[in-house]
């Protein structure tokens, strides 16, 4: 699986602004129909511990870590990636490949 974790944004409205845009964009430039979601989301939420570092995690399942490299190297999948750089506003996502 891939994994896309977003730090605390410098300013909230804007990066839920974008980040609605980025997943049209992905949808869109992945071939993935709009109604269908071939990934899962989690927003993370302030605990007894305090705030979160992250406030978002981007999961998408692959059925192997060959599979999973292939995508990732493809020009489509290259342009998704630059883009949820471009809206993570408190710095850049950390990505994760778990098996």
């Known amino acids: 699986m891939g994994m896309?974790?977003?730090?605390q944004?410098?300013?909230?409205?804007?990066f839920n602004s974008d980040y609605a845009e980025h997943i049209i964009f992905l949808h869109n430039k992945l071939d993935i129909?709009?109604?269908?979601?071939?990934?899962?989301?989690?927003?993370?939420?302030p605990s007894p511990f305090g705030a979160p570092?992250?406030?978002?995690?981007w999961v998408i399942p692959f059925d192997s870590l060959e599979?999973?490299?292939?995508a990732l190297s493809t020009p489509k999948f290259q342009e998704v990636a630059g883009d949820a750089?471009?809206?993570?506003?408190?710095g850049a996502p950390t990505i994760l490949i778990g098996q």
């Open 53 to 57: 570092p992250y406030c978002k995690m």
């Open 85 to 90: 750089n471009r809206i993570s506003n408190g």
């Open 67 to 70: 599979a999973l490299n292939s």
């Open 4 to 7: 896309y974790v977003y730090p």
């Open 33 to 45: 129909p709009v109604d269908a979601k071939a990934y899962e989301v989690t927003d993370f939420v």
């Open 9 to 14: 944004p410098n300013d909230v409205p804007k």
